[in-house]
T-cell receptor, first 114, second 115 residues
C-alpha cells in the first residue's frame, strides 16, 4: 500500500533563512510526488511535482524539491524564507503503476518569523 | 484562487436538515473529487468522478450522496448528518484520473458545522 509521511507537525524558521519541509513516501511502483500549500480558509494550491527526469524540481514562489529514490524522500526547500510563506504544506504521492488515488500526508505547518 | 469554485463557503446545519454543496470547475477537466479535511487528520478522499461516472467511493456513509450531472459540476448532497461530520469539504478537479502525473486543482472548500 502506498503511504506518505511528514514527520514534523511544525517547522519554525526565521525570515531570510533557508527552509526545509520533510516528506518520505512508500509505493510499490514508481512514484508521482506532489507538494501543495494551504493558506488559512483556503483550499490546497499546487506547488510542484515530480514525475520523471531531473531529480530537482522547481515550482511556484521560489520553492523546489529534490527527489531522492534511495532515501524515498521528496523534501520541499526554499533558499530564503518569507513571512508570507507561513502556511500548511502537504506532500502527496501516487503510485504510477497501481492506482489513480492520490495519498496525502498529514501536513506540516510552516511558521516564518520576522 | 484556482478555477474551481465552491458554494456555500460556510454552512451550519442541524442533524435533521438536508443541504447540498456545489462545486464547479472552469478548467475543462474530466475528473472531479470530493475530499474531507478534519483537524489533525490526513485529507480523506470521499468520491471520484471521471466523465460524470463515479469511479471511487471510499467507504463513505450513505448520508453523503454525490452527483455529477456533467464534467463541470459536482454536488454533495447531505442528510441526517452527525456532529463528527463537521469539517472542511474540498472539491478538486484534474485533467484525467488515470495513472498519470496530472495535479489536482482545489476549490476553497465549504466549512460545514453540524449542530
Amino acid at each position: 500500500a502506498q503511504s506518505v509521511a511528514q514527520p514534523e507537525d511544525q517547522v519554525n524558521v526565521a525570515e531570510g533563512n533557508p527552509l526545509t519541509v520533510k516528506c518520505t513516501y512508500s509505493v510499490s511502483g514508481n512514484p508521482y510526488l506532489f507538494w501543495y500549500v494551504q493558506y488559512p480558509n483556503r483550499g490546497l494550491q499546487f506547488l510542484l511535482k515530480y514525475i520523471t527526469g531531473d531529480n530537482l524540481v522547481k515550482g511556484s514562489y521560489g520553492f523546489e524539491a529534490e527527489f531522492n529514490k534511495s532515501q524515498t524522500s521528496f523534501h520541499l526547500k526554499k533558499p530564503s524564507a518569507l513571512v508570507s510563506d507561513s502556511a500548511l504544506y502537504f506532500c502527496a504521492v501516487r503510485d504510477a503503476d497501481n492506482t489513480d488515488k492520490l495519498i496525502f500526508g498529514t501536513g506540516t505547518r510552516l511558521q516564518v518569523f520576522p | 484562487e484556482t478555477g474551481v469554485t465552491q458554494t456555500p463557503r460556510h454552512l451550519v446545519m442541524g442533524m435533521t436538515n438536508k443541504k447540498s454543496l456545489k462545486c464547479e470547475q472552469h478548467l475543462g477537466h474530466n475528473a472531479m473529487y470530493w475530499y474531507k479535511q478534519s483537524a489533525k487528520k490526513p485529507l480523506e478522499l470521499m468520491f471520484v468522478y471521471s466523465l460524470e461516472e463515479r469511479v471511487e467511493n471510499n467507504s463513505v456513509p450513505s448520508r453523503f450522496s454525490p452527483e455529477c450531472p456533467n464534467s463541470s459540476h459536482l454536488f454533495l448532497h447531505l442528510h441526517t448528518l452527525q456532529p463528527e461530520d463537521s469539517a472542511l469539504y474540498l472539491c478538486a478537479s484534474s485533467q484525467e484520473i488515470d495513472s498519470s502525473g496530472y495535479e489536482q486543482y482545489f476549490g476553497p472548500g465549504t466549512r460545514l458545522t453540524v449542530t
